[in-house]
Nanobody, 124 residues
């Protein structure tokens, strides 16, 4: 069982930056494939970014160039640095983990473990 705890959400103005974190339990965090997803009211959950155990990153087109995913395996923590935030980025952000290789990191069904979510609100 992997437990995930997100932090760092909040209310910011458009154009601002924010950093989310996701702390994971477990002794083999470096082997976890990790991802960020988001969901806004009335919309389906969508992929934001993912990172392999070795640090390879994947991004949704809507955030490429603005968001950066990273991880610190020594701290069992993943991060999402969000820059130039837009009102369209407003959503609950969830981190996800899969303790094995993920062939389709953009699919939510690829991950077995999820955090409780953290709200990000971007005002115009």
């Amino acid at each position: 069982q992997v437990q995930l705890v997100e932090a760092g959400g909040g209310l910011v103005q458009a154009g601002s930056s924010l950093r989310l974190s996701c702390a994971a339990s477990g002794r083999t965090f470096s082997a976890y494939f990790m991802g960020w997803f988001r969901q806004s009211p009335g919309k389906e959950r969508e992929f934001v970014a993912a990172i392999s155990g070795s640090g390879g990153g994947y991004y949704a087109d809507s955030v490429k160039g603005r968001f950066t995913i990273s991880r610190d395996n020594a701290k069992n923590t993943m991060y999402l640095r969000m820059g130039n935030l837009k009102p369209a980025d407003t959503a609950v952000y969830y981190c996800a983990a899969q303790p094995s290789f993920v062939s389709r990191p953009r699919l939510g069904s690829s991950y077995d473990f999820w955090g409780q979510g953290t709200q990000v609100t971007v005002s115009s």
